[in-house]
């Protein structure tokens, strides 16, 4: 899922600056799962706008917020509150702070900030494993993402700042190319140590994307 | 073909040393240091953003040392430009007359003096070795041709002393497929790591330089151990400086036993001493 989190209130106030009436929006996928954007983040929200002088014409919680028509359907049944709202401030990831923008002439405002595809260990406690780079090479990699987990996302083997099995750029962290050869090891493989992978194609994830499945 | 790589060809012992450019835009002191450099000095490593700090562009420092007659090493990594950067750059060093190159992947941002700088890491050492590579034979990396081919003489880093040995080995190993043409390692202390590495890197039929850093004394010997990746300075070198008069002699004392060392195992040596150039000629008799 989507891991996102609020933006900072103080950054968030200087967005809402000169707007008084707002239409809160929320959704019920990834920002209610990260404790972002779900029912009870609206109502807190509600009041602190509350404490801060702003007037709340009415909210709603998607579904899923990245669902473009979905939107469009519940923006439509909420017409009356957006209309009367100076902005918009939606509690979902970017893509459903779109799925908004696409579907209503007002201001948008987005009051999270998203931050990765992430896996989900316990609620509260999210890793990102998948960068969602097009050209997917776990099956050589033992499962293991050197795209995500090394900090370098190098492709042929660890670099040289490798110490102890631990990563040069964050000693906490495991070296992503040490999981790997482990794990390769113990399956009795060579998997991507037997080729020299050449570089990257880019290309195949598409930016813009847009797919027909 | 350059000084430096005819002279691994013939299998010459080769010395190298190491010039950073400067931070900032007056490039005499950079020249002076490189100047004064002793005769048996071949070829100049010119860093690139070393340790994620931002200096000038190393290309401007080893096109100015080629004109003195220097010849440079350039170094390049793959941590601040993408696939067609790191092309035009090897394109325009070739045309300034640069041959010799070291290619790193570079160290990560985070540490350096512009941690919120984006990483690039479009290539990894290995396939900025292939682009390299594709280069010489008169085709860039989208499998266009060139007008004409740059000659490179291409190396790469290694790390003899990095555990696990095998891990470290197959990276190796695919620089040695993605023709590396020399290896420069990592400052070596230990005679038994590095024969354990010469062993395995001999059939591959690549040179290899060992890397050789001046311990200044006691204090940079421990910090070198808790902070540079892959350097283990062993206690008892730690205790001779400690114990010394005038460390910076105990420092230079056990340079010479390394090269002495590399010149049992090694074609060359690489010769990192961090301000005190003046004391390459005592660490080199
Ligand atoms: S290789 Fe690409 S698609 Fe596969 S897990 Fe890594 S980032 Fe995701
Ligand atoms: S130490 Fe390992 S995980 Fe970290 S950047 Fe180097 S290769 Fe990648």
């Known amino acids: ?213 | 073909m350059s000084h430096f790589s005819e002279r691994l060809a013939g299998g010459e012992f080769v010395v190298t040393a190491e010039i950073a450019p400067p931070k900032g835009v007056a490039l005499d002191l950079a020249l002076g240091q490189a100047d004064a450099l002793p005769a048996e000095v071949v070829a100049v490593n010119v860093t690139d953003n070393q340790s994620a700090n931002m200096r000038m562009a190393p290309l401007a420092l080893a096109a100015l040392l080629r004109q003195r007659g220097v010849e440079p090493i350039l170094q390049m990594t793959c941590r601040d430009r993408n696939r067609m950067a790191l092309q035009a750059d090897l394109l325009a060093a070739a045309a300034l007359g640069i041959e010799n190159l070291l290619l790193l992947s570079g160290d990560h941002p985070r540490f350096g003096d512009h941690p919120q700088a984006r990483p690039v890491f479009d290539l990894d050492s290995v396939q900025l070795l292939q682009a390299v590579q594709a280069l010489m034979a008169g085709r860039d990396l989208a499998g266009r041709a060139l007008t004409s081919a740059p000659v490179f003489c291409p190396g790469a880093a290694v790390t003899p002393e990095a555990e696990p040995f095998d891990l470290m080995f197959q990276k190796v190993q695919k620089k040695a497929a993605a023709g590396a043409r020399f290896f420069q390692t990592q400052a070596v202390f230990s005679e038994e790591a590095l024969a354990r590495f010469m062993e395995h890197v001999r059939p591959l039929g690549v040179p290899v330089v060992m890397g050789v850093l001046l311990l200044k004394n006691a204090r940079m010997a421990r910090f070198l151990n808790e902070h540079i990746p892959g350097v283990r300075v062993p206690s008892d070198l730690i205790n001779r400086l400690a114990l010394a008069e005038d460390p910076l002699r105990e420092g230079v004392e056990i340079a010479r036993g390394l090269v002495a060392t590399a010149r049992r195992h090694c074609q060359g040596v690489h010769l990192m001493t961090l301000g005190c150039e003046d004391r390459i000629s005592e660490i080199l008799c």
Request: include cysteine.
């Open chain 1, 1 to 213: 899922m989507i891991i996102s989190r609020q933006k900072d209130k103080a950054e968030l106030l200087h967005h809402l600056e000169g707007k008084h009436k707002l239409f809160l929006v929320g959704c019920a996928a990834c920002a209610t799962a990260c404790k972002a954007g779900g029912e009870e983040e609206i109502f807190q929200m509600q009041d602190w706008l509350a404490a801060h002088d702003r007037e709340v014409t009415g909210s709603v919680v998607i579904q899923e917020a990245c669902h473009i028509m979905r939107v469009a359907r519940d923006l439509r049944q909420h017409r009356t509150a957006v209309q009367e709202a100076d902005a918009l401030l939606v509690l979902t990831c970017g893509a459903g702070v779109q799925s908004l923008s696409a579907n209503t002439e007002k201001r948008v405002i987005g009051a999270l900030d998203s931050l990765f595809l992430g896996n989900v260990r316990r609620l509260g406690q999210y890793e990102e494993k998948c960068s969602l780079c097009g050209d997917c090479i776990l099956n050589e990699t033992a499962g293991i993402c050197p795209v995500t987990n090394c900090a370098k996302s190098l492709l042929n083997g660890p670099c040289g700042g490798m110490e102890d099995g631990r990563c040069e750029a964050d000693r906490d962290n495991d070296c992503a190319w040490l999981l790997i050869y482990e794990r390769l090891t113990r399956q009795g493989r060579q998997g991507v140590f037997a080729r020299v992978v050449p570089n990257k194609d880019w290309g195949r994830r598409h930016q813009p994307g847009r797919h027909r499945l």
